[in-house]
């Protein structure tokens, strides 16, 4: 499986992106699937998860202004970010999670760079 995402970009504090992650292999229906970022410095994060019956779950600091969606028919997962702080800004991958999210089943990809500044 590869995972690329992509849609990332230079965007002004309370702006919006929208980023796509595609899975390029088989069973993308089958997995949960999840976004996460890594800013500078610092470990990479769970920002946001959508199971396979399209449940969604949202880590706190992102929680009323991020919707993670999925089209299993075209085995694309998206990150729809509005509102963006400069805290934001990070470089988001996607993957597809074990339970407790911090393991993951797949290599990761390049990932796809957001900056959130005026």
């Known amino acids: 499986v590869q995972l690329q995402a992509s849609g990332g970009g230079l965007v002004q504090p309370g702006g919006s992106l929208r980023l796509s992650c595609v899975y390029s292999?088989?069973?993308?229906?089958?997995?949960?699937m999840a976004w996460y970022r890594q800013a500078p410095g610092k470990q990479r994060d769970f920002v946001a998860a959508?199971?396979?019956?399209?449940?969604?779950d949202y880590d706190f600091t992102v929680k009323g202004r991020f919707t993670i969606s999925r089209d299993d028919a075209k085995n694309v997962v998206y990150l729809q970010m509005n509102d963006l702080k400069p805290e934001d800004a990070a470089i988001y991958y996607c993957?597809?999670?074990?339970?407790?999210?911090?393991?993951?089943?797949?290599?990761w990809g390049q990932g796809t760079q957001v900056t959130v500044s005026s």
């Open positions: 959508i199971a396979k019956g399209s449940s969604t």
């Open positions: 993957n597809a999670p074990y339970s407790g999210r911090h393991y993951v089943k797949f290599t």
């Open positions: 292999g088989s069973m993308f229906s089958a997995h949960d």
